[in-house]
């Protein structure tokens, strides 16, 4: 094949064989691996670079690099797995493809939720939960896909992306939630899930820049054509003339022949030309012409132009920007402007004694705070804009965003009826776009000031300053509009979760109205106080996610962030939403349920003690108040800790299975000396896997299958000195406590999910408390041999002969020649 290339990636025993054509194209690929499918749920998504090059023109496909995580069931924000992607600028076509695995062939698929999204985490809300009151959750192109977990790579979902916004991508994906199994680790196989992703995108490179201010004369060399101009910061709106194109070839000159089939401007991303659905704007002959003119464009961008014309043509080209600088609030400013509703409270007072007293201190009142004349312009066409000052706190999502005058920063803004005015501030891309920003808006107006009704019209805007018709602000989406009434309504309130980031604009505008018709404002300067801020999770305060539920920071790798985690049966971004919320009664019932079960080592710790058993009956009360204690610290609805979480965690699995190691030293009837050296040998062994992995099963199997050698042992020790097999005492007894026992692990091991998890995990403390009625050996006492009726070494005696009495341990045989001495248990 003439002019072909191959790829060949070998990545351990993974080869992929891929091959071009002269024109860039993939001819075919091959895979080859023995272990691809072994190794699915660690590289799922090697698969998909069976395409990683494709060169033709200026086009070029980058692949960005491969990434996977794990998958779990939404129960909160952080079961999600992201993924983040950097998009580079002037890319035509982004494309995505995933894939989920699950490490097992009986493992049931899962549906895995897929939500791509632009700028910032994307907002997921999870069997129509409800948000908090005043919340803007709208997202512009948010991209939802789903696809099936299998065991070998069979399926894909490709969702490609045409124009693209450059910056950084966010993928997030969970899995619907089920009643999952509370399994202990390590018993028998839990199936993991995981997602592959992976994205390659193709960039134009080479476009031409249009100067701004000057005639430019433009000559394509293909089919379609692309330019970019740059629009500086501060610009008010701006128009691009196109006119006079001309065939380059003179034989294809013709006056009603169109020399251009298309025309398309957009902001910040590449325009599209779709054949089927061409552009609306095209067919230009050399005598038209066409202007595109922007009231609101998005600044310090590039706007990029399509030109499509299916020959070689020149045309020229123009921008004309119209400038409207930021300015700060000016020198005119007093710093009595910072208290400014104490001042308006005054003129309630004043008012109220003499009107005409209130009227010349309302007129020093709007000389110390209205704007001057030199920082404000009334016959300037631009909206007097202001930039807020960023203040930062040392709490992460938290800062506060002020007016900044000459010498001061202040949260007040005066308004006129005269012009509207704008505020813009930055939302900084990952370092604040993990909370929640809250913009809040106060009217500080009294009813006793002034007869007519003031309304102040707010609107909220990412990216682009809010349009303007015949000099009123009109907003786009009347979600993050607020309108303020001196009558009844002077606060307002939008919360804004993972705020995209960019520039941010909020407009203000003054109306006043009389008997219902818009009148001259009496005030000529309206007073508002303007909150901005970025926060952890939602609300304000130390209950940043209401009272059902905690503030969680989550990071993962460079991706940091919170997200509200609810209890008590509550649900939403914010723990407001009581549908499926859990009655008082019901969380305090299966609260007391988990910590009063523990109760029930009571009976076993009165037999011990009764027995002379005293370390049994210490470990067992040490078992009951620790597992009480964790599970008090464990609720979280309802919840009371004593120490940190991790402590009570460490001491409830600590005392619990060295319970259950004394127990079985204890059933064995081993001397004294042998009884203190088996305990410390468990202690040491216990204190060593807890520490290790305090949820593992070798922290518990390992010392239950070395306890359990302990008493079959001594059995068998004792059964071939005396040559003599018999059943143990009280073998009934025995058998219906390990019953009860393995009741209860089979309980803990196959029956328990997160939804019984309070009733089952009860269960298993009532069972295993009352196991140890049955399996507690009677009361120690040394028995004595006669030297003249045995035959039996010191050593083998002494182990042979301790607790030799009728009613003697279970794992004990007695001798017909033995003279005991009984006493009772």
Not at 565 to 583: H, V
Request: charge should be neutral; proline fraction near 5%.
């Amino acid at each position: 094949m003439k002019n072909a290339k191959f790829i060949v990636l070998d990545m351990r025993s993974l080869r992929v064989d891929i091959m071009f054509d002269a024109k860039g194209q993939v001819k075919w690929s091959v895979m080859n691996s023995k272990y691809i499918f072994s190794w699915a749920h660690r590289f799922s998504w090697i698969f998909f670079l069976s395409i990683l090059l494709f060169i033709h023109g200026d086009n070029c496909m980058v692949p960005q690099a491969s990434q996977e995580g794990s998958l779990h069931s939404f129960k909160s924000y952080s079961d999600v797995a992201i993924f983040h992607y950097t998009v580079p600028k002037e890319v035509l076509r982004a494309t995505w493809q995933f894939a989920a695995f699950m490490d097992g062939k009986n493992c049931l698929p899962r549906k895995v939720h897929i939500y791509i999204q632009w700028g910032s985490y994307p907002i997921i809300s999870v069997n129509n939960a409800s948000f908090p009151p005043h919340m803007y959750t709208k997202r512009n192109g948010t991209i939802l896909v789903s696809v099936m977990t299998t065991f070998e790579p069979k399926t894909t979902a490709t969702v490609p992306i045409y124009g693209p916004e450059a910056g950084d991508w966010f993928v997030g994906a969970y899995m619907s939630h089920w009643d999952e199994k509370v399994q202990q680790q390590g018993l028998g196989h839990k199936c993991h899930y995981s997602i592959g992703s992976v994205a390659i995108w193709m960039q134009t490179n080479g476009i031409q820049n249009i100067p701004i201010g000057y005639q430019k004369t433009l000559h394509t060399t293909e089919p379609t054509s692309y330019y970019k101009i740059y629009i500086p910061s501060g610009t008010w709106h701006f128009q691009v003339h196109v006119w006079a194109c001309n065939f380059t070839l003179h034989t294809q000159k013709d006056m009603n022949k169109p020399c251009i089939q298309g025309l398309a401007l957009k902001g910040r991303v590449l325009p599209v030309f779709n054949h089927t659905h061409p552009s609306p704007i095209g067919n230009l002959t050399i005598l038209d012409s066409y202007t595109f003119t922007e009231f609101s464009p998005y600044e310090d961008s590039y706007y990029y132009l399509l030109v499509i014309s299916d020959s070689v043509i020149d045309f020229n080209v123009k921008v004309i920007i119209s400038e409207c600088p930021i300015k700060d609030l000016g020198k005119s400013l007093m710093r009595q402007y910072l208290d400014a509703p104490s001042f308006s409270k005054a003129l309630v007072k004043l008012r109220m004694r003499n009107d005409s007293l209130q009227h010349d201190n309302y007129r020093l009142y709007k000389n110390q705070f209205e704007l001057s004349s030199e920082d404000v312009m009334v016959e300037d066409p631009c909206v007097p804009r202001f930039q807020l000052a960023r203040v930062k706190h040392s709490q992460t999502f938290s800062g506060v965003y002020l007016l900044q005058v000459r010498e001061w920063l202040t949260s007040w803004a005066m308004l006129t009826d005269s012009y509207p005015i704008m505020t813009q501030f930055n939302i900084l891309p990952l370092i604040d776009i993990g909370g929640t920003l809250d913009i809040r808006v106060h009217l500080e107006m009294d009813k006793l000031l002034t007869k007519q009704l003031i309304l102040v019209t707010i609107c909220i805007q990412r990216s682009r300053v809010p349009n303007r018709i015949n000099g009123q602000i009109i907003c786009d989406d009347e979600n993050m509009s607020m309108t303020l009434s001196s009558y009844n309504k002077q606060d307002g309130n939008v919360l804004i979760p993972y705020p995209q980031p960019d520039t941010w604009y909020i407009g203000f505008q003054a109306k006043c109205y009389m008997n219902g018709n818009p009148v001259t404002c009496e005030m000529e300067g309206i007073l508002v106080s303007l909150d901005v801020r970025t926060r952890q999770c939602v609300f304000s305060g130390s209950h940043a996610c209401g009272h059902h539920g905690v503030c969680q920071e989550i990071q993962k790798g460079l991706l940091y962030y919170t997200t509200c985690n609810c209890f008590g049966g509550y649900k939403g971004w914010g723990c407001t939403d009581a549908t499926n919320a859990s009655p008082m009664a019901s969380v305090l019932l299966t609260t007391l349920m988990l910590t009063l079960s523990n109760g029930f080592f009571l009976p076993a710790i009165y037999l011990a003690i009764r027995r002379g058993l005293y370390t049994e009956g210490l470990v067992y009360f040490a078992t009951m108040l620790f597992s009480s204690l964790y599970h008090a610290c464990d609720q979280q609805f309802m919840t009371y800790c004593v120490a940190k979480y991790e402590v009570l965690q460490y001491s409830d699995f600590f005392s619990g299975i060295l319970a259950v190691w004394v127990t079985l030293v204890a059933m064995a009837g081993l001397p004294t000396q042998y009884i203190s050296l088996c305990h410390m040998f468990g202690v040491l062994i216990i204190a060593f896997g807890v520490e290790s992995d305090r949820t593992g099963l070798p922290s518990i199997l390992v010392p239950l299958a070395m306890g359990t050698i302990i008493p079959m042992a001594a059995y068998v020790y004792r059964c071939v000195k005396n040559n003599k097999w018999k059943w143990p005492d009280n073998i009934v007894k025995l058998l219906f406590g390990l019953s009860l026992a393995t009741v209860g692990l089979l309980l803990f091991s196959l029956v328990e999910t997160e939804a019984n998890y309070h009733y089952v995990h009860s269960a298993w403390h009532i069972v295993i408390a009352l196991s140890l009625l049955f399996v507690l050996p009677p009361a120690r006492v040394e028995s004595f041999l006669p030297l003249a009726n045995t035959s039996l070494s010191g050593s083998d005696s002494e182990l042979l002969d301790y607790k030799d009495f009728p009613g003697s341990p279970v794992f004990t045989i007695l001798t017909d020649q033995q003279n005991l001495l009984t006493v009772p248990s």
